[in-house]
């Protein structure tokens, strides 16, 4: 049994505790009361008992679902518009009444930590892309639990269970098929180097409005460093010589002194890159769910699948419930459905790649990354503690750099 569980349940038998003293105390004063004190009626129904969170020692779906459906409506936070469709379908397979709202993942946190601090919890659900937001400010505070559904625990790896982790995001690197048979460089140190990347430039989002980008730049300096100084190494045929503190340090100055052109959204992003008609268009950097606007918008987007060391990167999303949710079973389901292949499909269908290993990619993925997961840098949870504190400090690099 978990301890959210064995604490609820200490509470709920501490409360039956009281009201049996108090059913006795009540007997008693009626059995001494003249015969004139009005009584109860026979008829009238047993006050029922308070719905208990169902735990996870013999764990059992069928249980879930049935105290799921005795509580009431939910609310599940997201950062994607998917989470519409996903809300809507869980409701109707589940019968409860569910909203799935779009909320951007930082002003989703403060809005989650106001709503704690209120005592008026809105969200019972959150899907948050910042999960270093998630273990070192939002679980340590108390504004949510992690739960990982006990059945399902063995399919999701280890490494992704504390948060839970519920897809990863690719973010690829891409180019014009219009101007461009194939990608136009092969080694991600071509993207600092005008000469080598062309008049069209390199485009992105702001990493200054993003945490995404910052944690990035944390897991490469740690995890990637020794493969970011073979890759330079393998395209001006020299050993990287720097006085920066890791090769990724000394990439991510380059990248900001060749003067990128920034964006607000990932959006904005696939646009300059993949609207026809240019001379000379960019490459750029965004999400793999970008490149379904070759269809919906005529866009020519490609992406760049021999780029090294890596072709993009994929940001871990955290699914957890609200401490002070009233409907604690409900939000389980919820949380259990999004981790099967039916619940998280409409965003498999974008190219996220669920944390469920049975979980088959979608054939809807526009960019094809589940083709790319050997080419992808995939963060490592375990120094997501170490992101949340280097972060401001890459963000401070950038901006000292930034031409």
Same mark, same amino acid.
């Given at each position: 049994m978990n301890h959210t569980h064995s604490v609820r349940r200490r509470a709920f038998d501490g409360w039956r505790g009281k009201v049996v %003293? $108090? %059913?006795? =105390?009540a007997a008693l004063l009626a059995a001494c009361a003249p015969s004139s004190t009005p009584q109860a009626s026979q008829d009238e129904p047993p006050a029922e @008992?308070?719905?208990?969170? %169902?735990?996870?020692? @013999?764990?059992d779906l069928d249980d879930l679902i049935a $105290? $799921?459906? #005795?509580?009431g409506e939910l609310t599940v936070y997201d950062g994607t518009g998917k989470i519409e469709q996903m809300a809507a379908e869980f409701q109707e397979k589940y019968g409860i009444t569910t909203a799935g709202i779009k909320v951007d993942s930082a002003e989703m $946190? #403060?809005?989650m930590t106001r709503e704690a601090q209120a005592g008026n919890v809105t969200a019972d659900v959150a899907a948050l892309s910042d999960v270093p937001a998630v273990s070192e400010q939002l679980v340590p505070q108390g504004i949510v639990e992690n739960w990982v559904p006990p059945d &399902? =625990?063995? &399919?999701?790896?280890e490494t992704?269970?504390?948060p &839970?982790? %519920?897809?990863?995001?690719p973010s690829l690197y891409a180019y014009n098929t219009e101007k461009h048979d194939t990608c136009p460089v092969s080694n991600v140190w071509a993207l600092t180097d005008e000469e080598l990347l062309g008049d069209g430039g390199f485009v992105m989002q702001d990493p200054l409005g993003k945490p995404d980008y910052a944690d990035w730049w944390n897991q490469l300096s740690v995890h990637g460093d020794d493969l970011m100084r073979q890759a330079y190494e393998d395209l001006y045929g020299e050993p990287l010589e720097t006085s920066e503190q890791s090769a990724t340090h000394e990439w991510i100055k380059r990248l900001a002194e060749s003067g990128p052109l920034l964006t607000k959204s990932s959006e904005e992003a696939s646009e300059a890159v993949g609207a026809q008609g240019q001379s000379n268009p960019p490459m750029g950097l965004m999400s793999s769910a970008k490149f379904r606007n070759n269809d919906d918008k005529g866009y020519v987007l490609g992406v760049c699948d021999e780029i090294e060391p890596w072709v993009g990167f994929a940001k871990p999303k955290a699914i957890v419930m609200a401490s002070g949710t009233s409907n604690p079973n409900a939000a389980k389901l919820f949380i259990h459905y999004a981790m099967t292949a039916e619940g998280i499909k409409p965003q498999v269908d974008d190219g996220k790649l669920s944390a469920n290993s049975e979980v088959p990619p979608s054939d809807e993925d526009p960019s094809n990354a589940a083709e790319l997961t050997d080419r992808i840098f995939f963060f490592d949870n375990a120094t997501a503690a170490e992101d949340w504190a280097n972060r401001q400090n890459m963000h401070d690099f950038w901006r000292v750099n930034r031409r």
């Open positions: %003293v $108090a %059913v006795g =105390a @008992d308070p719905v208990v969170p %169902v735990g996870d020692e @013999d764990f $105290a $799921a459906q #005795e509580e $946190a #403060e809005k &399902l =625990a063995g &399919l999701i790896p992704m269970h504390d &839970l982790i %519920v897809i990863t995001d």
